[in-house]
Every structure is written in C-alpha cells, then in structure tokens.
C-alpha cells in the first residue's frame, strides 16, 4: 500500500471494476469492465472535470472515490484515510457526513417540502430542525428558490428540483461534492445557474468538486480536465480559470494516469 501525496484531500491508485451481470450462468470474473487502471488526485478546493462519451467509465469512478463502490483492485483515499478498507458502515457515514453528490436525476424524496429536501443530511445526522431549516433556507436563496421553500417536489419543474438536490449536496459544509452530469438534463439559463452557484460555493468554502461531463463548455469551468476512454485515462489538460493556481506544468505532472492491471 502506497502512502498518498499529502496536498491530494482524494487520491486513488490503479482502480479496477467491472460490472457484473445478475445471470446465475456468467461465468466467475465475466462483465463489462468499466475502469481498468485508473490513478487520479485532486487537491482541496480544486475542481476536476471527468469527460469522456457515456459508457466511458466516469459514473464508475465517481461511485469509487466517493465510496459508493468498492473497486475490485486499487485504491481510494480521503483525507490520507483508505476509504477502499473501510465498512460499508463507515463508508456511509462518511458519505453523509463529508461529502455531497448530485446526479442528472434529482432524486427528491416526494413526501419531504422543498427545504425539507435540502436540508436532509442535517436532519439525518441529528441537527436541531431550526438550524438545518437555517442552513437549508441559505442555500435555497442562493439558488432563487427561497419563494418555494413549502412545496412538494411535484409541484416543481425539474431545473427547479435539480437546484433543490445541489442545496442539498451543498447543506452540510462537505469537503467534497460529486457531480454526475448534473446539468445535462438542463436548458442553458437553468445550467449556467447551477454552475455559477456550485463553482462558486467551491472557491469560497474551499470546496473539492469531481464533475463528470460530456459537454466541453461545462469543462470548461473547472481548474483541470481528465478524460475517460473506455475505463481507462486519455489524458489530463489544465485550465486557466480565475480558481486555477496551478500551471500547466504542475498540472501535468499530477496528471491522472492509467496504469496497466
């Protein structure tokens, strides 16, 4: 086991993970292999785009670093704590207490009110109902969605539902968002206000975001790019956003690369 960098707050080393089947009749070590080789770091408050077509293995390697999925070989740190060791237990905790995820589907739970939603990991870890409607009101303001803080996820349009689960990845204070493709569903208007507010939640509270995409101009937004070839690293391409402090030639030399099983 290979001690991480200390400046990666996420580090993960020659991932591994093929997508079984449900059939009875695949033979042992059959499936798709979704990531083969993959090593990545992303430093705090960075923000790292993961582009690649679909089926590419981006969701896969979200689901990974963010302890979701166990890789079948490599592995996944946080914090220089191995996250590939932990407890299913542990890894859910970890999950609601330091990190954030959003996906293209925003995933509202229908009995729940709009800030009821937004502030669910606070409830769930034992904040007092004030406090957590508090935090959740903050952000649902930030988001233009203060007027619709006692409505049913039913009655909202779905630009409007997906803002409501980024108030919620971005309740609790986490150390890392992961955002799955969280705009693709949306019009541009809809999209450019989803990513203002993320990528400027990131640089204010020194947020770390993972964003898988396939469209260039949301890339574009982040410090660095990696791109994703059939479960494997293509390569790494730094941005000069007003977030970026590192060069290219830094960039370069942390470039995630993709190692041989």
């Known amino acids: 086991m290979v001690a991480p960098p200390d400046n990666d707050v996420l580090w993960a080393r020659s991932l591994h993970h093929t997508h079984r089947g449900s059939s009875r009749t695949e033979p042992a070590g059959a499936g798709a292999p979704a990531l083969a080789g993959v090593s990545v770091g ?3 408050g960075e923000i790292l785009a993961v582009t690649g077509p679909r089926g590419s293995g981006k969701t896969t ?9 166990r890789p079948d070989e490599g592995e996944v740190w946080f914090n220089s704590v191995p996250v590939h060791t932990m407890t299913a237990l542990v ?3 970890l999950r609601r207490d330091r990190f954030g995820w959003i996906g293209p589907e925003p995933r509202l739970v229908p009995e729940l009110n709009v800030w009821e939603n ?3 990991p606070l409830l769930i870890a034992g ?6 409607k508090r935090a959740a009101s903050e952000w649902l303001d930030r988001l233009d969605l203060d007027g619709h803080a006692r409505r049913r996820p039913a009655a909202l349009s779905h630009a409007e539902a997906q803002r409501v689960a980024l108030a919620r990845a971005l309740v609790n204070q986490p150390a890392v968002v992961f955002a799955d493709e969280p705009t693709a569903p949306l019009h541009l208007a809809d999209r450019a206000l989803l990513l203002r507010t993320l990528t400027t939640a990131a640089r204010s509270h020194d947020i770390t975001v993972v964003l898988a995409t ?3 101009e949301t890339a574009a937004q982040a410090d660095r790019t990696v791109a994703l ?5 293509a390569g790494a391409v730094p941005h000069t956003t007003a977030g970026s402090a590192a060069g290219p030639g830094d960039a370069e ?4 690369c993709s190692l041989s099983a």
């Open 253 to 256: 030399g942390r470039a995630a």
């Open 214 to 216: 396939h469209d260039t």
């Open 61 to 69: 390697l979200l689901r990974c670093l963010s302890g979701q999925l």
């Open 91 to 93: 890894r859910e905790r």
């Open 118 to 120: 937004a502030a669910l």
């Open 42 to 44: 992303v430093r705090e």
């Open 127 to 132: 904040t007092p109902h004030r406090a957590a």
């Open 229 to 233: 070839s059939d479960g494997r690293l």
